[in-house]
T-cell receptor, first 116, second 123 residues
C-alpha cells in the first residue's frame, strides 16, 4: 500500500521568496512520484514526475523536486515565487494494483499563497 | 485534441434524485478514473477502468456506479443522491509509459490527465 503526507495544508510566501512544499511518502515497492498543480476552478495539471531516471527532477514553471529515498521525501521547490504560482499543489505516489491498473494515491494538498 | 472533457460542469440535485456524469477522452487511453475532491481530503478514487467493458472499485465506491461501454467514455452514476455526495468530481485518463531507471532497467508507469471537473451539489 502507498500513502502520501503533505506537511502544511497552507503555505504563504512573499513574492520572490523560496517556495518549499513538503511531501513524504510510504510505499512497500519502489515508487513513482508526481506533483500536480490545481489553479482555482480548474483540473489538475502535471508539474513534474519522478520515474527513477534521475533523483533531481525539473518541471514546468521553474519548479523542481528531489527524490530522497533515505528520507522517503519528494519535496517541491522553486527559488523565487511569482504571483501566478498561487494554487493548490498535490503530491501523489503510484504503484501497480492487483487488477493491473496503475492508481495514484494523493496527498491532501497544500495551498500556496503568494504575498505581493 | 480536446483531451479529457466532462459533462456537465455544474449540477444541483435534490436528495434521492439520480444523475450520470459523462467523461470523454480522445487520446486513446486504456485507463480511466473517477475521483472526488473534498476540502482537506485531496482526491479520492471512486472507480476506475483498465479497458473497455471493465470496471473496478476504488477507495470510496459506495453510492456510485460506473460503466465503460466505449473506450473513450467513462460514465459515473448516482442512483440516489445524498448530501454527502456534494463534491467536485474529476475524471482522468492514462496510458502506460516506459521509464528507464538509474541502473538501466525498464519499468512502466501511468501518467494521468485530468478533466476540468464537475461541481455537484446535493440538497
Amino acid at each position: 500500500a502507498q500513502s502520501v503526507t503533505q506537511l502544511g495544508s497552507h503555505v504563504s510566501v512573499s513574492e520572490g521568496a523560496l517556495v518549499l512544499l513538503r511531501c513524504n511518502y510510504s510505499s512497500s515497492v519502489p515508487p513513482y512520484l508526481f506533483w500536480y498543480v490545481q489553479y482555482p476552478n480548474q483540473g489538475l495539471q502535471l508539474l513534474l514526475k519522478y520515474t527513477s531516471a534521475a533523483t533531481l527532477v525539473k518541471g514546468i514553471n521553474g519548479f523542481e523536486a528531489e527524490f530522497k529515498k533515505s528520507e522517503t521525501s519528494f519535496h517541491l521547490t522553486k527559488p523565487s515565487a511569482h504571483m501566478r504560482d498561487a494554487a493548490e499543489y498535490f503530491c501523489a505516489v503510484t504503484a501497480r494494483s492487483g487488477a493491473g491498473s496503475y492508481q495514484l494515491t494523493f496527498g491532501k494538498g497544500t495551498k500556496l499563497s503568494v504575498i505581493p | 485534441n480536446a483531451g479529457v472533457t466532462q459533462t456537465p460542469k455544474f449540477r444541483v440535485l435534490k436528495t434521492g434524485q439520480s444523475m450520470t456524469l459523462l467523461c470523454a477522452q480522445d487520446m486513446n487511453h486504456e485507463y480511466m478514473y473517477w475521483y472526488r475532491q473534498d476540502p482537506g481530503m485531496g482526491l479520492r478514487l471512486i472507480h476506475y477502468s483498465v479497458g473497455e467493458g471493465t470496471t473496478a472499485k476504488g477507495e470510496v465506491p459506495d453510492g456510485y456506479n460506473v460503466s465503460r461501454l466505449k473506450k473513450q467514455n467513462f460514465l459515473l452514476g448516482l442512483e440516489s443522491a445524498a448530501p454527502s455526495q456534494t463534491s467536485v468530481y474529476f475524471c482522468a485518463s492514462s496510458y502506460s509509459r516506459a521509464a528507464r531507471g538509474l541502473a538501466g532497467g525498464l519499468s512502466s508507469y501511468n501518467e494521468q490527465f485530468f478533466g476540468p471537473g464537475t461541481r455537484l451539489t446535493v440538497l
